[in-house]
């Protein structure tokens, strides 16, 4: 294969503060890069950053949390001008979502129950054979959680 992983899925928001209480405290993701402005205050050749920067140098550029070693969930706070798109979730093209494995789903469904999470759907066993769960950050991204199972397309493979 050419490539090794998914490094990272990257979202925009305007709710950056509920955003990092989710990932970090909900999910257990690991807080790992705070990029701000400051870091343009040099760049001649980015000037529209550079004046954020002027103006705002400790303004947060984006972040990154670590879901699993090496992939990440990467935070931008919302640009002016850009508008939520108030469509729900499976009615427009691109992003649709991204998933996430784990050992044991009934175990991580149960902790992250009790950590607040609340999800979509209950655990079932999709037409894949893998089992599923899905739910949504607090902008309303969606996300599945899987664990594999001895006959998952993803592992055996499968054309039909």
């Given at each position: 294969?050419?490539?090794?992983?998914i490094?990272?899925?990257?979202?925009?928001?305007?709710?950056?503060?509920?955003?990092?209480?989710?990932?970090?405290?909900?999910?257990e993701?690991?807080?790992?890069?705070?990029?701000?402005?400051?870091?343009?205050?040099?760049?001649?050749?980015?000037?529209?950053?550079?004046?954020?920067?002027?103006?705002?140098?400790?303004?947060?550029?984006?972040?990154?949390?670590?879901?699993?070693?090496?992939?990440?969930?990467?935070?931008?706070?919302?640009?002016?001008?850009?508008?939520?798109?108030?469509?729900?979730?499976?009615?427009?093209?691109?992003?649709?979502?991204?998933?996430?494995?784990?050992?044991?789903?009934?175990?991580?469904?149960?902790?992250?129950?009790?950590?607040?999470?609340?999800?979509?759907?209950?655990?079932?066993?999709?037409?894949?054979?893998?089992?599923?769960?899905?739910?949504?950050?607090?902008?309303?991204?969606?996300?599945?959680?899987?664990?594999?199972?001895?006959?998952?397309?993803?592992?055996?493979?499968?054309?039909?």
């Amino acid at each position: 294969m050419l490539f090794n992983a998914i490094m990272h899925v990257s979202f925009y928001t305007d709710r950056m503060d509920e955003m990092i209480d989710f990932y970090q405290n909900k999910l257990e993701a690991t807080p790992k890069v705070v990029v701000r402005y400051k870091i343009y205050l040099d760049r001649d050749d980015r000037p529209a950053f550079q004046a954020i920067a002027r103006e705002d140098p400790e303004r947060v550029f984006y972040m990154y949390f670590e879901l699993a070693p090496g992939q990440f969930v990467e935070l931008f706070p919302k640009n002016e001008g850009m508008v939520d798109d108030d469509m729900p979730w499976n009615s427009r093209l691109g992003y649709s979502h991204f998933a996430l494995t784990v050992d044991d789903i009934y175990a991580v469904r149960e902790k992250m129950e009790a950590a607040g999470v609340e999800f979509d759907t209950a655990i079932s066993k999709g037409p894949s054979e893998t089992y599923q769960m899905w739910a949504h950050d607090p902008d309303g991204n969606m996300f599945e959680i899987m664990q594999y199972t001895e006959n998952s397309y993803q592992l055996v493979g499968h054309f039909d």
